[in-house]
C-alpha cells in the first residue's frame, strides 16, 4: 500500500489530493522562487490527525510541507523535496476570545482579517500587521510583523503559547496564559520563526488589544529620502507613541497615483498613524508635524475619519499589488533587511542609489519605525541578466545590513531565499540551530530546504 492510500485511510478520500490543479495551488507562494508541486495535499482538522500524518511520513521518511493562505515571499510553503503539503485551511476556528485577559486562543488557519472581525465584538484587536491577509499559523512561522511592530511589537512579542506537532507526531505546549515565567527554555521562541522546520502549529494563544479611543492618520511629504527618515528618527527620539511609520519614496507614490488614480504629490513621504485618546493624538499630531516642518517637510495632511484613513492605508498595503499589476509579464522581488536605527538614513539613501545603478525599476518603502526596509523590484524571469542584475542587488543590500549589524530579514523569514546568508548573519550560532532541527527532525522531513542550505 502507497503511503496516499494510508493517507487516504487516516483522513478519508475527500481530504487527501492529487487534483492536478490543487497541487499547482501549493506549488508557489506570492515569491519570484522557482514552484515545485508536491506529491500529495492533505487537509487535516484537527491536532490529532495533524500527529496521525507525521507518524507516517516520519516512519516512510515523507517530506511534509504546512500551507497557510501562500502569501509567504521567501518560497516558505514550496515542497522542493515533494511530499506532502499539509493544508491548514479546515482548521480555521476562533475557539476562545478571554477579553479580561487580552488574550484568544486560535486555529492556526484562521486569517488575520478573520481574527480581528471576531474580536471587533469585545472591544479588541489583534495587533500584528503584514498587509496580506495572511494566516495566523504562517504569521507565527515566518514571525511576521509589519506596519504596527513600531509600537505593539513582531508577532513573536504577542505569542504565548502554541500547539506544536513535532516530526514524530507528539504533541507538546510551548508557553500558557501567563504574561510571563522564568520557567524552563522559551519554547515558544523557538519556535516561533522557525518556518515549519520544527513542527507544525496547531494550536495559538495570541495577545491582543483594547481597540483605542481614537485613531488619527497622517501624510507627509518630503523634498529627499534623507529628509523623511531624519523625521522619523527625530520623533521616534522625542518619544512621540506612533503606532505606525511608513516610508515610501518618489517611485513608490508614482506607482500608488498610476493604479488607484490618487493624485499624492511625487516625493518621498512618510504614512503615520497615531492610537490614543483625541485629547493626546491633537498634541501628538502637532508635535510630529512641528518635527516634520524643521526637517523641510512640504505637506502635511491627517485624516480622522475611518473611511479617509482607510483610503489612506490602502495605498500603502496595496503598493506591492499596485506593481504587480501594472508589470504584466514580470515577477514580484522584494528584499527585506533591517538595521540598527542609526544607521536607516544611510541605508535607505544608499537602497535608492543602488536601484538607480542597477538600471532596474525599483522602488524603496519599509516600517522605518523599526529599522526594516524593503526593495520592490519588477523582474523578467525569463530574462537571465536582469535577473542577475536583480539577485546582485539583493546581496548589495544584505550585505550592507550585515556589515551595519543588521540581519538579511526584517520579517520575510528565510525560506529557501535567504538561507545562503545564514552562515554570514549567525556564524557557529549556525550550528546550534543545526543541532535543534537534528534533534526534533532526525530524519529531516520538516519542511526541507528551508532555512538551512
Known amino acids: 500500500m502507497s503511503y496516499i492510500e494510508e493517507l487516504v485511510g487516516l483522513l478519508g478520500s475527500e481530504r487527501v489530493t492529487t487534483n492536478p490543479t490543487v497541487l499547482e495551488h501549493h506549488s508557489h507562494d506570492e515569491s519570484y522562487h522557482a514552484p515545485r508541486l508536491p506529491e500529495v495535499v492533505v487537509f487535516p482538522q484537527d491536532a490529532e490527525e495533524v500527529s496521525q500524518i507525521m507518524k507516517l511520513a516520519n516512519e516512510k521518511k515523507i517530506a511534509v510541507t504546512p500551507f497557510g493562505l501562500g502569501t509567504s515571499l521567501e518560497g516558505h510553503v514550496i515542497p522542493y523535496n515533494g511530499g506532502i503539503s ?10 476562545e476570545v478571554r477579553p479580561q485577559d487580552f488574550l484568544v486562543r486560535v486555529q492556526p488557519g484562521v486569517t488575520r482579517t478573520q481574527l480581528n472581525k471576531e474580536l471587533k465584538k469585545h472591544g479588541l484587536f489583534f495587533s500584528v500587521d503584514p498587509g496580506a491577509d495572511a494566516t495566523v499559523g504562517g504569521m507565527a512561522a515566518t514571525n511576521a510583523s509589519g506596519t504596527t511592530s513600531v509600537r505593539y511589537g513582531v508577532m513573536r512579542d504577542n505569542v504565548r503559547d502554541l500547539e506544536v506537532v513535532l516530526a514524530d507526531g507528539r504533541i507538546i505546549h510551548t508557553g500558557s496564559m501567563v504574561a510571563k515565567s522564568s520557567s524552563g527554555y522559551h519554547l ?69 497615483n498610476l493604479f488607484k488614480e490618487t493624485d499624492y504629490p511625487e516625493s518621498p513621504t512618510l504614512f503615520i498613524e497615531f492610537h490614543g485618546s483625541e485629547q493626546s493624538l ?15 517637510c512640504t505637506q502635511f495632511l491627517f485624516e480622522t475619519d475611518s473611511k479617509a484613513r482607510a483610503q489612506l492605508w490602502d495605498a500603502r498595503h496595496n503598493l506591492a499589488y499596485a506593481f504587480v499589476h501594472k508589470s504584466p509579464g514580470k515577477k514580484m522581488m522584494v528584499t527585506d533587511v533591517c538595521v540598527p536605527f542609526s544607521e536607516l538614513a544611510g541605508a535607505v539613501v ?38 542577475a542584475r536583480a539577485d546582485k542587488l539583493n546581496a548589495h543590500l544584505v550585505e550592507y545590513a550585515l556589515q551595519r549589524g543588521g540581519t538579511c530579514t526584517g520579517e520575510h523569514g528565510v525560506g529557501v531565499g535567504k538561507a545562503k546568508y545564514q552562515r554570514a548573519e549567525h556564524g557557529e550560532s549556525l550550528d546550534v540551530m543545526k543541532s535543534f532541527k537534528q534533534v526534533l527532525d532526525p530524519n529531516g522531513i520538516l519542511n526541507p530546504g528551508k532555512i538551512f542550505e
Open 188 to 256: 515558544t521562541g523557538l519556535f516561533v520563526g522557525s518556518e515549519g522546520t520544527l513542527g507544525a502549529f496547531t494550536e495559538l494563544t495570541l495577545r491582543v488589544y483594547g481597540i483605542p479611543e481614537a485613531t488619527m492618520a497622517a501624510r507627509a511629504s518630503f523634498p529627499t529620502v534623507q529628509d523623511a527618515v531624519n523625521t522619523v528618527v527625530d520623533i521616534l527620539s522625542a518619544g512621540i507613541p506612533v503606532a505606525r511609520i511608513e516610508l515610501v519614496d518618489e517611485r513608490s507614490i508614482r506607482q500608488v
Open 350 to 387: 544608499d537602497a535608492r542609489e543602488s536601484i538607480d545603478r542597477s538600471g532596474l525599476d525599483g522602488a524603496v518603502l519599509g516600517h522605518v519605525g523599526d529599522g526594516n526596509y524593503h526593495v520592490i523590484l519588477m523582474i523578467d524571469l525569463d530574462d537571465k541578466e536582469e535577473v
Open 282 to 296: 491633537q498634541h501628538d499630531i502637532e508635535f510630529a508635524q512641528g518635527i516634520a516642518g524643521e526637517h523641510g
Open 86 to 95: 499539509m493544508d491548514f485551511s479546515l482548521m480555521n476556528q476562533v475557539l
